[in-house]
């Protein structure tokens, strides 16, 4: 599925992942391929993407290596996933 993550001062991802880990403000959940169509609000925690993923050189700095892929901390949010494409808006 495709990702893109977006905070106020630039994109901090764009492209494919497998799996997708999110602090939603009633808990943690997950999202994987063809997962139902989603809005949710993000509360402070991690946000954790799995695959085989290349970080920009501007912005890996802002994330941590994971057994996975990468997890990016954030202070809150909203997420929309339909279609296969996902879209996290991160503060």
Same mark, same amino acid.
């Given at each position: 599925?495709?990702? @893109?993550?977006?905070?106020? @001062?630039? #994109? ?45 050189? @501007?912005?890996? %700095?802002? =994330?941590?290596? #994971? %057994?996975?892929? =990468?997890?990016?901390?954030?202070? %809150?949010? #909203? ?13």
């Amino acid at each position: 599925m495709y990702l @893109e993550i977006v905070s106020p @001062e630039a #994109t901090l991802f764009s492209g494919e992942v497998d799996a997708i880990a999110v602090p939603g403000v009633n808990g943690e959940f997950e999202m994987l391929q063809n997962h139902a169509p989603i809005v949710s609000l993000l509360k402070d925690g991690l946000v954790k993407i799995s695959g085989n993923i290349t970080l920009d050189e @501007e912005v890996a %700095s802002k =994330f941590s290596k #994971t %057994s996975k892929g =990468f997890s990016l901390p954030i202070n %809150s949010g #909203t997420i929309e996933m339909n279609d296969n494409k996902v879209i996290i808006l991160a503060d």
